[in-house]
């Protein structure tokens, strides 16, 4: 298929990336002439500006907007939206609050645009893992861009098969869904990151714990000098606590025990607050993701190795780098 692609960031190159070595045309474009010039020489068609990016695509066209949610997003949206015409598909992969999608797919459907939003996890890997996808939208477009997510995402893999999901939906097990209307993707998703909050923050505590056991507060024969690195490593294997997150745990510890690169600030990027207000709206219990969106607001007031551990997991699966204080 053909798709325009609006931000060569982190992720957004590789998106485009990968849609090449799958087969798919993508013209591509980003303020910064320097990215559309190296997705250019890797086989896409850079164009210096939206309307540039219009023009290359055949109706009906699909524009893959690729950038952080807020203020950016909704002027490209805007944009597209006066240059698009009736039947084209504009993709909002970023992480915007749902609540935002069903605005704009109301808007664009008064001039005939479909809207489809995509959440979006895998981060700086996605490359090479495939990537993870939460998809809200019109059915029939949905379907009409199904090449393109299956292409997207990581496949069956060598992840052992669920029991009994003959009667479900098959494009789960490939890494991707259909979660229904307008939104409804980035509200999946959305919860998804408040989850993985509360997931970062329970390690965080964890090794935290293991690393104070040599405490001076403790009594001699209660001290333990406990090698954080091999005890993330043995946990990656067997464990019930193994994850991706831990993988990247044991990686950072691996290159560095202290994690001294890390000073243990931590930021939100916004999908934490949102879980926890949808959670008030529905009258919801939240307690682990509540509290660990708080910490993380405390970790910007002073640190300790289990904000380094958040930092650490952070940079290693989104290139996140820690905001300084």
Same mark, same amino acid.
């Given at each position: ?25 993508? #013209? #591509? ?9 190296? @997705? ?23 524009? +893959? ?8 997003? /909704? ?48 981060? #700086? ?40 999901? /003959? ?73 019930? #606590?193994?994850? +991706? ?5 044991? /990686? ?9 690169? %890390? ?25 682990? @993701? ?24 952070? %940079? ?5 780098? /820690?905001?300084?204080?």
């Amino acid at each position: 298929m053909q798709i325009g692609i609006i931000g060569l960031g982190r992720m957004g190159a590789n998106i485009a990336r990968r849609l090449m070595r799958g087969g798919h045309q993508t #013209v #591509v474009y980003d303020i910064d002439a320097a990215a559309r010039a190296e @997705l250019g020489s890797d086989g896409a068609a850079p164009a210096e500006s939206l309307e540039a990016v219009v023009g290359q695509l055949s109706a009906p066209r699909a524009v +893959w907007v690729m950038l952080p949610a807020g203020k950016i997003t /909704e002027g490209t949206i805007a944009h597209l939206a006066s240059i698009l015409s009736a039947g084209d598909i504009v993709i909002d992969g970023g992480n915007t609050y749902y609540k935002d999608d069903i605005r704009r797919a109301g808007e664009l459907a008064k001039s005939g645009i479909h809207y489809i939003d995509v959440g979006t996890s895998g981060g #700086v890997w996605g490359l090479t893992r495939g990537y993870c996808m939460m998809i809200g939208g019109p059915e029939e477009q949905v379907r009409h861009l199904d090449p393109i997510f299956a292409t997207l995402a990581p496949g069956i893999g060598d992840i052992p098969r669920t029991p009994d999901r /003959e009667s479900h939906d098959p494009r789960a097990e490939q890494g991707y869904i259909h979660a229904g209307p307008a939104g409804a993707g980035h509200f999946v998703k959305m919860v998804h990151n408040g989850i993985e909050y509360g997931m970062m923050q329970a390690y965080g505590e964890g090794f935290n714990v293991l690393q104070g056991k040599n405490a001076d507060l403790l009594p001699p024969g209660e001290r333990y000098d406990l090698k954080l690195a091999d005890i993330a490593e043995v946990w990656r294997r067997g464990s019930v #606590v193994s994850s +991706w997150l831990l993988d990247l745990a044991a /990686e950072a510890l691996a290159k560095d025990p202290s994690l001294g690169g %890390f000073s243990g600030y931590v930021e939100d990027s916004g999908e934490g607050r949102w879980t926890v207000e949808a959670a008030i709206e529905e009258s919801v219990p939240a307690e682990v @993701l509540t509290a660990s969106l708080y910490t993380r607001f405390r970790s910007r007031q002073s640190h300790n190795f289990a904000e380094k551990m958040l930092s650490a997991m952070r %940079f290693g699966f989104g290139g996140h780098v /820690e905001k300084k204080p």
